[in-house]
């Protein structure tokens, strides 16, 4: 081997005027580069890669120089990564390391200089092109410490490779180097498989965190060689963040921290905190981050968990600072609290109180105070019931095993003392036992009416005393009959039922307010559950209240005094003959509340009337038992139900609007029985010309889809044809498919195609009905 | 190229005193990792540090650097710290504005002393974020360690807390790497008081000769695989053979063991 030592000599000296003067580096790199080639020694090779990696990587020189170095390099860098080929022997790994190093650093101003040049590019970009695959080969098989820098390389690939953002179009020169440079029709660079190049290296980046890779050196060289890759590559980024927020650093603590040996201990300490430090730093960059709950989160997770693995490991704990950091970080000294030691508290830790035993309060006593020998409030006032019994029956059997013998035989003395005590004591006259029970006597923890009366024996007879709830039957009390309240007039009656109807639309009010609020109704408060099986709603269930007790409750009330008040009675007469009916009222305010907001309350009028109609029904059957025939509106034997349809309908066509005939249609098709009456007040509707469309609809829709009323609505719709100019047209297109013979009667067939056009439309209610 | 080293001669000529100090250069003997150490204030811990590795048997090419926002020593009271700005205030006006202020306190706590050894060490106080990685370091010819320094670049850096690691870790992140130059990092978690800084800085040293040896082995075991063929491929042992990088987990538990109310922490971050 040639001696070396001159020539590094002079090649250092070379580096030190570089080093002062950066203008200098063209023409020192170009005169090293001889002397640092592949076939030079190994001490030269060592010193020209760190030289280059030094020159690509320094901040003096400008990337203008830098990039046109570059094109100089390409060779001999190409000679250290291909010595195997050209020599037989891999290069030393210090060499490569600084090689890959540098090769990253001149990747993206060689991709520049592809970009802008593409004339004389394609040799250039082939040779670097070979350099990044050798460096890609190497990735798995080389040593450590060259693969960490195929880990930077590659993520400089990836991020070169990847769209970024273009700061300013007309000045590409200040752009970041980045995939969005390239034009679509370069012809060197496709765009489209770079990019997928970097998003196959990108994986395999990733590949050390989804393993969950236990290797210290690859996973922090890995994730702290991403930011870079979070920070500016948007499209990426997000991937980039699931992956580090998914790996798990702690996999060496699995099997118990007490299996991991020190160099375990430390590797697991140190992925996990370049973990935190990564998160951290990209929350710290962008608090608003979309992840940014999720970061949080599993930043504490991290410490959490880094904290519980080494709870058990004291020795590598850092101490508590016996002084100021800095002297001067108040926070930072140890908080000395006087009240409490290691969480118990000072009862916990003197058991037994200064006296003892303690001395028993004056006066008459309970068993629960001459057995209680703790001073602790909390202790005396806890109710041992309170504890269920299975766990009672798990605790006792330890508690008795682990009594201490000289302190039960303490409790027991202290016991025997205070009963020979008390025995001693002069008998307390009741007088003497009420005072001490009226006055101050704070902590009573027993009946005082307990203590007057029986507080003579309480201590006279201590053995025979009794809780006091036993005693409570002595003051046994008399049935208390409250006195009946004068019967109320006509007028005050009226009052009150109004004040009564008003408070129930009140609460319905209020209830309606409630949905409007969006507010989620508690199930709990709502005590009517009528007919909903306690899943409805509270307004729901109210308004099934307010409905019932408008059709059944107070029918027949004032006629027939009997005992058993039969239901659906006879209520035909219920309303008329009185100046005032709760449920006339009721129902009257139930359809104001309907007609407030008909759009939005057409369920409730369509809920009434079918109460009504079944509870007519009711009524009916109950009057004619031997009558197996059934009550209809037109027989006039639903007399609430009809009133009530008709007024609802009367209302409701006086608000409705040309557009509302979806609730004209929803009302006629709910309601449970109509008949021409009804109709009537439809053809009436008909009588404005602009809601000729919405009467005839709601015509075709009952005869479609209510068979039991065809023929009625038929009939309606050809009286309509007939009398209604308006409506002749319409009524005709109904009549031309269920009338058809009437209208080849009357005109003369000149609505052929209404008529197959009606066939069509048709269609479908020939098969539902 | 004759050119060119006609110019280095002269200008070796022009500056004889400056021995062989190129990045990497020299017998495989002599090489020697690049070392900063880093704490808050950089004044006690990262300072006693930087002269244990300047002034060991074999010197380390060394630098250092404070994380804080400014330079806090302690003052009167804990209320009351004396502070002063980063990389503009030198070692020696701390010391004369504190020995005018009040020596006997200042020297009694330990400041006085501490600056004056600081003083012998470099100029004043820099900060970390402050630090452009890879501007050669020209100015700062005077400071203890500046052999091997002079690219503004270290392999190595040690913390003496953990926050400062964490300050450290994220600034090389905010960073983003542009010079793709691997770069261990340790914490070593030292008191800030001047006897554990003592402490500290020796086990520092030892973990700094730990390393450079395994750095050092490394590159020797390549040396001797070529010179030796290619049986000499075996011949390196087993720890160099695994690599310098690959090793420093083990190295650092090692040497955990050895200091173990020094607590660790260790990551391989970017330039």
């Given at each position: 081997m040639t001696d070396t030592g001159p020539i590094l000599k002079?090649l250092s ?22 002397l640092i080639g592949a076939n030079s020694p190994l001490e030269l090779r060592r010193w020209g890669a760190d030289f280059l990696a ?22 001999t860098l190409?000679g250290y990564f291909n010595r195997k080929d050209d020599l037989g022997e891999e290069d030393d790994s210090a060499v490569i390391k600084s090689a890959v190093q540098c ?31 050798a460096?890609?080969?190497s990735?798995d098989t080389a040593a450590a410490g060259v693969r960490i820098c195929c ?66 050196l ?552 | ?19 062989d100090a190129g990045a990497g250069s020299g017998g495989s003997g002599g090489f020697k990792l690049k ?22 048997p074999s010197?380390y090419p ?86 091997g ?6 392999d190595i ?25 691997p770069?261990h ?22 973990l700094a000769d730990a390393l450079n040896g395994a750095a050092a082995e490394e590159r020797e075991a390549w040396g001797q695989k070529t010179g030796g063929g290619m049986n000499g491929f075996d011949s390196g042992h087993a720890g160099a053979r695994a690599g310098f990088d690959e090793r420093v987990p083990d190295i650092l538990?090692e ?17």
């Open positions: 002079s000296d070379a580096r030190s005027i570089v080093l002062g003067d950066p203008s200098q580096y063209s023409v020192v790199v170009q005169g090293v580069l001889p030094e020159t690509f990587a320094s901040p003096v020189v400008s990337a203008e120089e830098k990039q046109k170095l570059s094109l100089l390099i390409l060779d190409r090769a990253a650093s001149i990747y993206p101003l060689i991709f520049r200089h592809t970009i802008s040049s593409p004339n004389d590019s394609p040799e250039v970009w082939r040779k670097m092109a070979g350099i990044k695959s460096i890609l080969r990735m880990v930077k390389f590659v993520s400089r690939v990836v991020q070169v490779q990847t769209p970024g953002l273009i700061a300013d179009p007309r000045r590409p020169e200040h752009n970041e180097i980045s995939l969005a440079l390239v034009p679509r029709d370069h012809p060197v660079l496709q765009p489209s498989q770079l990019e997928a190049e970097a998003s196959g290296l990108l994986d395999r980046l990733l590949g050390v965190l989804q393993d969950d890779s236990v290797e210290a690859s996973v922090t060289a890995t994730l702290n060689s991403l930011s870079i890759l979070v920070q500016r590559r948007a499209s990426i980024a997000t991937k980039v963040l699931l992956t580090v927020l998914n790996y798990n650093p702690l996999r060496l603590a699995m099997a118990g921290v007490a299996a991991m040996s020190g160099k375990d201990r430390i590797a697991l300490k140190s992925m996990t905190r370049t973990t935190i430090s990564f998160l951290l730093n990209v929350l710290k960059r962008n608090p608003n981050h979309a992840l940014a709950a999720r970061l949080q989160q599993r930043v504490e997770q991290l410490r959490h968990s880094l904290v519980s693995v080494y709870a058990d490991s004291g020795s590598h704990k850092r101490p508590a600072p016996d002084e100021p950091t800095d002297g001067l970080d108040n926070n930072k000294r140890i908080r000395v609290d006087s009240e409490t030691t290691n969480g118990t508290t000072p009862m916990q830790q003197h058991p037994q109180p200064t006296v003892w035993p303690p001395p028993l309060p004056p006066g008459p006593l309970s068993i629960a105070q001459l057995f209680t020998l703790s001073a602790d409030r909390a202790s005396i006032g806890f109710h041992v019931e309170q504890i269920p019994q299975p766990i009672v029956q798990q605790l006792v059997p330890p508690l008795l095993r682990s009594i201490d013998q000289k302190k039960f035989n303490d409790a027991i003395t202290a016991i025997q003392y205070r009963l020979l005590s008390l025995a001693q004591r002069p008998p307390v006259s009741a007088l003497q036992a009420a005072q001490a029970v009226m006055g101050e006597d704070e902590d009573d923890d027993y009946d005082p009416e307990a203590g007057l009366g029986t507080g003579r024996d309480q201590v006279m007879n201590r053995l025979d005393q009794l809780p006091p709830e036993n005693q409570v039957e002595e003051v046994a009390l008399a049935p208390f009959e409250l006195e009946a309240s004068p019967p109320l007039n006509d007028y005050e009656l009226e009052q009150y039922g109004k004040v009564a109807v008003l408070r129930v639309f009140g609460t319905l009010a209020e209830l309606d307010g409630d949905m409007k609020m969006g507010r989620r109704v508690d199930e709990e408060r709502s005590f009517n559950k009528l007919g909903l099986g306690g899943h409805g709603h509270e307004r729901e269930g109210w308004i099934t209240l307010l409905t019932r007790l408008a059709t059944r409750s107070t029918f027949d009330l004032d006629e027939r005094n009997s005992s058993i008040k039969q239901e659906n009675d006879d209520r035909t007469v219920t309303a008329k003959n009185h100046s005032f009916s709760l449920a006339d009222k009721i129902r009257a305010s139930l359809l104001d509340y309907v007609m407030a907001d008909f759009r939005h309350r057409i369920d409730v009028a369509i809920a009434w009337l079918n109460e009504e109609w079944y509870t007519d029904r009711l009524a009916y059957s109950y009057r004619h038992p031997e009558s197996s025939a059934k009550p209809s509106m037109t027989e006039g034997n639903l007399p609430n139900y009809t009133t009530h349809c008709l007024r609802t309908l009367e209302l409701l066509t006086t608000y409705l609007d040309v557009k509302d005939g979806r609730y004209l249609i929803r009302f006629l098709s709910e309601i449970p029985e109509l008949d021409a009456s009804v109709l009537e007040r439809v053809k009436k509707l008909a009588d404005d010309p602009e809601r000729v469309q919405m009467a005839t609809q709601a015509l075709l829709y009952l005869i479609m889809l209510r068979p039991p009323v065809r023929e009625v609505c038929i009939d309606a719709a050809e009286a309509l044809w007939r009398s209604n100019e308006d409506a002749k047209g319409s009524a005709a297109k109904i009549l031309a498919k269920w009338r058809p013979g009437l209208l080849g009667q009357d005109s003369v067939g000149g609505k052929k195609e209404d008529a197959t056009g009606m066939k069509i439309e048709a269609g479908p209610s020939e098969i539902s009905a | 190229m004759d050119h060119s080293g006609t110019e280095s001669q002269q200008n070796t000529r022009q500056r004889p005193g400056e021995p070392f900063c150490t880093v704490c808050a204030s950089n004044n006690n811990r990262s300072m006693e540090a930087h002269l244990r590795l300047t002034t060991a010197p060394t630098i250092s650097f404070g994380t804080g926002s400014l330079v806090r020593l302690p003052g009167p009271s804990i209320s009351q710290p004396n502070v002063y700005h980063f990389n503009s205030t030198s070692y020696a006006a701390m010391y004369n504005e504190l020995a005018a202020k009040d020596q006997r306190l200042y020297r009694a706590n330990g400041i006085l002393p501490m600056l004056e050894r600081n003083k012998g060490v470099k100029w004043g106080p820099e900060r970390w974020q402050d630090w452009q990685v890879g501007v050669p370091r020209a100015e700062y010819k005077t400071d203890k360690g500046y052999m320094t002079e690219a503004g670049t270290v850096v040690i913390t003496c807390e953990e926050r400062c690691w964490d300050a450290v870790i994220d600034d090389l992140l905010t960073r983003g790497s542009p010079l793709n130059r770069v990092v340790f914490n070593v978690d030292i008191k800030d008081n001047h006897e554990e800084a003592l402490v500290g800085g020796k086990a520092i040293l030892e538990a040497w955990q063991e050895k200091w173990p109310t020094l607590p660790a922490l260790w990551t391989l971050a970017w330039f």
